[in-house]
């Protein structure tokens, strides 16, 4: 969809429009080997299969996405299973009952749903197959990164958990595959309420969160030969990322291109990704670039994600900018 800077300097680059339908023509016109989506394309099950016809795909076809982006569907098949999930019914109007949250199921025949609320930490599990490969906790919603509500923003990782809390997880990544054949790469967004834990979504695909928990555990997960470790082990080193959205209208200008390519680090593990190019405009809660970190722990990773924000902020707006 952007086709950013940096990404465009290491490899060749196409922006596809109209998104996400001019997929079709492009990837006929390709020649690879393979091919896998990421965010939203699950929502589109249709195009995903004529894109399957065209050339091998890397993940799961619609007959796999249909049902477990179905939030009915997939609140009957954990409640047989006694996994938490939030009561989800579909709309009846426009208002949204008390501590429920009204959602957009894109692409399915149910368009809108409300779903109770779970007050707790966000997180996400990441698995391959049933395998368990890693637990972060998702920053979503975070004002101090530009974010509006539940909106995801970032990433820190490995989460600790309980080994009560871990095999729960180990159990959710077990039912879904087998009542679902989820046989790839997925992630399950849940909420820790303290006590329990609760599914909220399924994302049938490679997730935001996966590039993290790779450099976590030193590991690809597109290789089935690499196992992982997700518990934490005591002085971990911990990774994070945060997307950092637009605060006010910004137009990036070559010079200011050209600075943060210079500040990206070494390609394994950059320190900025996500450069917009020159002459790009950006409207006020639109994302602009991604920073990455690490540190001896998550809350450390997330004081210096906080700290690059802010010096991101005043590289961006000028020095004498605040956040209101």
């Known amino acids: 969809m952007f086709a950013d800077t940096d990404l465009a300097r290491r490899c060749e680059v196409t922006q596809v429009s109209p998104y996400p339908d001019g997929f079709e023509a492009w990837l006929a016109a390709t020649e690879c080997d393979g091919w896998l989506y990421t965010g939203a394309l699950e929502n589109h099950a249709d195009l995903v299969d004529r894109l399957a016809v065209s050339r091998p795909l890397y993940g799961h076809r619609g007959d796999i996405l249909r049902p477990v982006r179905d939030p009915l569907r997939l609140q009957s098949v954990l409640g047989r299973h006694g996994i938490r999930f939030p009561t989800t019914v579909l709309a009846a109007g426009p208002q949204a009952p008390p501590r429920h949250i009204a959602k957009t199921c894109v692409g399915s025949e149910r368009e809108s749903y409300w779903q109770q609320f779970v007050e707790g930490t966000s997180l996400s599990a990441v698995f391959r197959g049933p395998q368990l490969l890693g637990v972060t906790r998702q920053l979503v919603g975070?004002?101090?990164a530009g974010a509006g509500q539940f909106q995801y923003c970032g990433t820190l990782t490995p989460?600790?958990?309980?080994?009560?809390?871990?095999?729960?997880?180990?159990?959710?990544?077990?039912?879904l595959h087998g009542q679902f054949d989820l046989t790839h790469l997925f992630g399950v967004d849940?909420?820790?309420?303290?006590?329990?834990?609760?599914?909220?979504?399924?994302?049938?695909?490679?997730?935001?969160s996966m590039e993290v928990?790779?450099?976590?555990?030193a590991i690809s997960v597109f290789r089935a030969d690499q196992t992982a470790s997700?518990?934490?082990?005591?002085g971990a080193t911990c990774y994070g990322k945060v997307v950092l959205f637009a605060k006010a209208p910004l137009v990036v200008s070559a010079?200011?291109?050209d600075t943060l390519l210079q500040q990206t680090g070494d390609l394994p593990w950059p320190t900025i990704a996500d450069i917009p190019n020159a002459g790009t405009e950006i409207n006020t809660g639109q994302p602009v670039l991604t920073l990455f970190t690490?540190?001896?722990?998550c809350e450390e990773v997330m004081s210096r994600l906080r700290a690059g924000v802010e010096a991101m902020d005043r590289q961006l707006y000028g020095r004498n900018f605040v956040c209101d």
């Open 142 to 144: 975070e004002a101090w």
């Open 159 to 175: 989460w600790p958990l309980a080994t009560r809390k871990l095999s729960a997880l180990e159990q959710i990544g077990q039912v």
């Open 190 to 208: 849940l909420v820790d309420d303290g006590d329990e834990l609760w599914v909220i979504e399924i994302n049938p695909r490679y997730t935001a």
């Open 213 to 217: 928990v790779e450099q976590s555990q």
């Open 230 to 234: 997700p518990a934490t082990s005591h």
């Open 255 to 257: 010079r200011l291109s």
């Open 294 to 297: 690490k540190g001896s722990s």
